[in-house]
């Protein structure tokens, strides 16, 4: 497993880093994106207070456990968040990430998403999953980019919004065994089915 949390790392256009409270602004900005959080579980931010504590709630929270990954998505020569992506490190291993729609179709999140699954790949995690809404099939495009592989549906009510969600649960395998299904969501939800054609 990781040891270090949300170690800093590059790619081609990419800087993947810790947020920090600097980025408090930046955090309102892609939060607040009313867009770019209509698929998220939580309501938009509406102020600077509340992204500061949605820093302290989601993000500092995560960087003082001992693993983990909880990026944000800056590009190199400017280092401002414009997104998000993040692993668990305990399972189902889940895989997530948003952007603000500014940045949305520029292959962004393909790019770091690739960063993180290989950086948990070489740190010995087994698996990922991720998960998007049924209403949200460019999410599942990216997991499918991702190399990630429809498992199964699920139907989940979700908070704070209070609206039930349709699931679609994508899985990769990172350590050789194809046909492990982790099966979290198709347990802990009784309503579930697999889609045909997925």
Known sequence: MIQEN?????????????????????????FGDVEANRFLPWFPLKSLDEAAAFYRERFAAVYARPSGC?????????????????????????????LATPYWHRGITTEA???VIERVRAAGWPFLTATHDVNNP?????????????A?????????KDISVVYRMYQINLDGQDGRVDRTYWERFPEHFVEEGI
Not at 15 to 27: Q, S, T
Not at 138 to 150: H, I, N, P, Q, T
Not at 152 to 160: A, F, I, K, T
């Open 6 to 30: 949300t170690p800093r790392m590059e790619t081609e256009r990419l800087i993947l880093r810790r947020f920090a409270e600097d980025d408090i602004p930046a955090i309102l900005d892609v």
């Open 70 to 98: 909880m990026y944000a998505i800056c590009f190199k020569g400017e280092d401002v968040p414009i997104g998000y992506i993040h692993a668990d490190a305990d399972p189902p291993h889940d895989f997530g990430y948003a």
């Open 113 to 115: 998403g690739r960063a």
């Open 138 to 150: 460019r999410s599942g495009a990216v997991m499918r980019k991702l190399g990630m592989r429809y």
């Open 152 to 160: 199964y549906s699920y139907r989940e009510h979700w908070m704070p």
